[in-house]
């Protein structure tokens, strides 16, 4: 059996007895890459001399009988937008495949504190930009389940690294479903948190109401230590929420009776694959048989969430990418003939299609003329979607769906289409407009393919959403299924 | 709504992107039909409805003003393309 089939506590007690030790555990993370990740693609830089550094300082903090952090030794992978000083972070983009921080995001700070090892940066669609990594500048990351189809995007690099065991637990960062629906397709356990619950400093900016990082892991107490290490306020960000932070592992008491469920009927309806569908329901006569009780809600403006999405994602990104203007960092065009020149050269070669494409819908929907129409008009729509969750909330402690409306599809299968591929985050996106967590579990198969189930919860209640996930996981075998990756 | 190649040449001005004649066709067409698909949004009626552009209830966050060292210079210009003296060299913006 793999170290990383391990529960984390088992993992602490071998180190603790000195049966086994963190270099050990970061050798087994280097090798099973060097076992999978051609075919899989996971990664685009690793961490490998740095990490076996960390690894022998972690030893020899153990032998001198220190203290551990929450997540000590364990080999991380990090979501290629989330910088890391004097690793190279290139968003899987040309424009900044040179480009070495000069610090480290608040999260890494947070897992060196955690004294987690961070193995390598993990491939992802340019930018977040995109639900298949197709769009990495790079190489496509492969689904383990399937190498011909897609790990979903945008953090799929970190889903299949989980996926792969070549990691044992990574980093992603969710703005319409980038960490939910990667897990969901590699049948991982993926959580995005409560908008302003971990910091953003560090994370490449693409949509900044939206964007948000968390964990992605092979089961829900995985979850809930990342997330335990990772949450908090930071004065670096004026967005992160200062808040008390729980004991999130203290959360999975198993207990969900007398939980009361909300199922949207607009994430069960038209458009959502069958078996996927089919897979939801079974979930729910398992919360059904712990004593939780479930009915039928409305989310009555789902069905506008994925167009007011795209325009204030494209609009916020088409101001953030701004500051790529191949002066500070980055790329730079050969022989410019003036500053506009360079500014437009260096920005033309270093960014791809979908990157293009959403600054150009983006700097559209702001211009002069058409702002009220397309902007506020999103702006205002997304306070109807918020009202939705709202109300819902009222009644319910969280509402439970499908993460994404069907199991991965094949590489090249929508690439083309940029309207179908948006459409796979109908139901990931109005979770992302009104700022609420949700986690992603695995609940079963279709045609071989993993399928994610999706529990959302209310602001800042994250406990809900662990406790109800993880119970539900102590009730089934889905996270226990690995993918059948032969050496 | 219908964006026609001319649209696409302003708008990419606007955004300092340089695009080739095939880029300007293929994204008059696609951004066409995404924003003939937001279209769907006229079907709300939003009169009154207060524009929601961050979740959290945060105005303005204020912090002591306390001075703090800055990042060496030749660790800001470390990753620039190009660099002169501690300074970013661009091509001369005045004739």
Redesign the interface.
Known sequence: MSLFELRLSEIHNRLHHKTLSVSELTEASFRRIRETDDRIGAFLTLNEEEARRQAKELDDRLAAGAERGLLFGLPAGIKDNIVTEGLRTTCASRFLSNYNPIYDATVMKKLKAAQAVTIGKLNMDEFAMGGSNENSAFHPTRNPWDTERVPGGSSGGSAAAVAAGQVYFALGSDTGGSIRQPAAYCGVVGLKPTYGLVSRFGLVAFASSLDQIGPLTKNVEDAAYVLQAIAGHDPLDSTSADVDIPDYIAALTGDVSGLRIGVPKEYMGEGIDPAVKERVLEALKVFESMGAAWEEVSLPHTEYAVAAYYLLASSEASSNLARFDGVRYGVRAADPDNLLDLYRRSRSEGFGPEVKRRIMLGTYALSSGYYDAYYKKAQQVRTLIKRDFDRAFERYDVIIGPTAPTPAFRIGEQIGDPLTMYMNDICTIPVSLAGVPAISVPCGFADGLPVGLQIIGKPFDEVTVLRAAHAYEGRTEHHKQRPPLTL | MS?TVQ??EH??D??????SDD?KWQ?AG??S???K??E?????D?EG????????P?AN?M?EDEPRPS?PIG????????EEDGQ?R????LE
């Open positions: 964006i649209e696409v708008v990419a606007l955004a300092r992107l340089a695009l880029e994204f696609q951004l039909a995404i924003l698909y937001a769907k949004l006229n079907e709300l939003t409805v207060e524009p929601t552009s961050h979740v959290l945060l966050v912090r990042w660790q800001v210009t470390a990753n620039a393309p190009e970013f661009v091509p001369a913006v």
